[in-house]
């Protein structure tokens, strides 16, 4: 009797696992559209912003930690481990977000992909519906300010996605291609400033090291004995030779004076 009602307690346990996952397919989707993707184009605004509002709006559902959000320079891929319980199996599935992104023409394009993968098949991939998609997209849109309603989940949307609605710091900033690019240059501008800074300081550095060495120099030159003998040495060689000159210079007047007595006479 108690094996009896060990498999009945066992049956309607998976069941009705299996019953809350299955209410992706009845209940929250009987009037929406299977799709492979969805795509978007956010004029003005910078590939950054968005990349930004895509992992906020993630992040904000994200306090259980089931989320992975592997962002890249490009695209972004969300993923979530989820577990289908059937009645005598279980199947584990990898839910994934892929967002491609591109700017160009002054424009911010990208294609969302939302879809799951067995674990052990990556080849049995199920698209998921269109609500998922609008979504995320109206959580996008509103973090960088461009739509002011933020959309409730509901059914199984919920166990993936909160309710909460964000903080006044969760909203994106300076979101415009033309404020980002404003704010690259400041920042370039800043760092070639500090470049600048460091290069002048160093040439100074060299500078007052060079003058150091002059100054010792010309210290160890006053300092060393046979400079200054050699200085002596050459100060009274000119003194010689000015003598020598003087000399030289009376002699010749001397001459000069008798010649003019002899012209005299």
Not at 70 to 91: E, G, K, M, P, T
Not at 103 to 129: A, G, H, M, P, W
Not at 133 to 147: A, S, T
Request: net charge positive; aromatic share 12%.
């Amino acid at each position: 009797m108690r094996i009896y009602f060990l498999i009945l307690a066992f049956f309607i346990f998976f069941s009705g696992c299996s019953l809350k996952n299955s209410s992706l397919d009845s209940a929250d989707l009987i009037n929406a559209k299977i799709i492979k993707s969805s795509k978007r184009e956010f004029d003005k605004i910078s590939k950054d912003a968005v990349l930004e509002a895509i992992k906020k709006s993630f992040a904000l559902s994200n306090k259980t930690k089931q989320f992975q959000i592997n962002s890249y320079r490009n695209y972004i891929l969300v993923q979530r481990i989820n577990f289908d319980y059937l009645i005598f199996a279980s199947n584990v599935k990898v839910e994934n977000w892929l967002f491609e992104l591109e700017q160009k023409d002054n424009k911010t394009y990208v294609t969302l992909s939302i879809f799951d993968e067995n674990k052990f098949d990556d080849k049995i991939k199920r698209y998921y519906s269109s609500n998922y998609h609008e979504l995320i997209w109206n959580r996008i849109e509103h973090l960088l300010g461009l739509d002011n309603k933020w959309i409730n989940c509901k059914g199984y949307i919920c166990s993936v996605f909160s309710s909460n609605k964000p903080l006044d710091k969760d909203y994106i900033k300076d979101v415009l291609i033309s404020q980002r690019k404003a704010k690259l240059q400041a920042i370039l501008n800043a760092k070639i400033e500090e470049k600048k800074k460091k290069i002048q300081e160093e040439i100074l550095k060299e500078y007052e090291a060079y003058l150091d060495f002059e100054e010792k120099e010309q210290e160890k030159k006053k300092q060393d004995p046979q400079s200054i003998k050699i200085k002596e040495e050459f100060d009274d060689l000119l003194l010689l030779k000015d003598k020598k000159s003087l000399k030289k210079d009376r002699q010749v007047d001397k001459i000069d004076t008798k010649l003019e007595k002899i012209n005299t006479n």
